[in-house]
Nanobody, 129 residues
Framework: QVQLVESGGGLVQAGGSLRLSCAAS????????MGWFRQAPGKERRFVAA????????YYADSVKGRFTISRDNAKNTVYLQMNRLKPEDTAVYYC??????????????????????WGQGTQVTVSS
């Protein structure tokens, strides 16, 4: 099992930026596919972005494409989510997740909540209008 700790959330005005970080510990991180999900009050948890172990590909929900960037530093066991041009509808608790695989996941699977084995505790992002 891996422990994931998110940081970097907060309150920001619409149009602003935040950078979320997720530090992993407890097992080998470098082969995991890492994802970011978010959950607004009263809504289901939804996919935001994912990056496989190699970092060669990145995947995004349509709602954040062009505004958010996911990246990872395997040497630091950390994955990042740079969020630019934030909108009030981006307000949610953001969760980091790890899919423990020793192979590259198929693209259609990286957005599925049930494909991820470990989850962080979440960090609140609030965007004011």
């Amino acid at each position: 099992q891996v422990q994931l700790v998110e940081s970097g959330g907060g309150l920001v005005q619409a149009g602003g930026s935040l950078r979320l970080s997720c530090a992993a510990s407890g097992r080998t991180f470098s082969t995991d596919t890492m994802g970011w999900f978010r959950q607004a009050p009263g809504k289901e948890r939804r996919f935001v972005a994912a990056i496989p172990w190699s970092g060669a590909s990145t995947y995004y929900a349509d709602s954040v494409k062009g505004r958010f960037t996911i990246s990872r530093d395997n040497a630091k066991n950390t994955v990042y989510l740079q969020m630019n041009r934030l909108k009030p509808e981006d307000t949610a608790v953001y969760y980091c997740a790890a899919a423990h695989r020793d192979y590259t996941m198929k693209a259609y699977r990286v957005s599925l909540v049930n494909e991820y084995d470990s989850w962080g505790q979440g960090t609140q992002v609030t965007v004011s209008s």
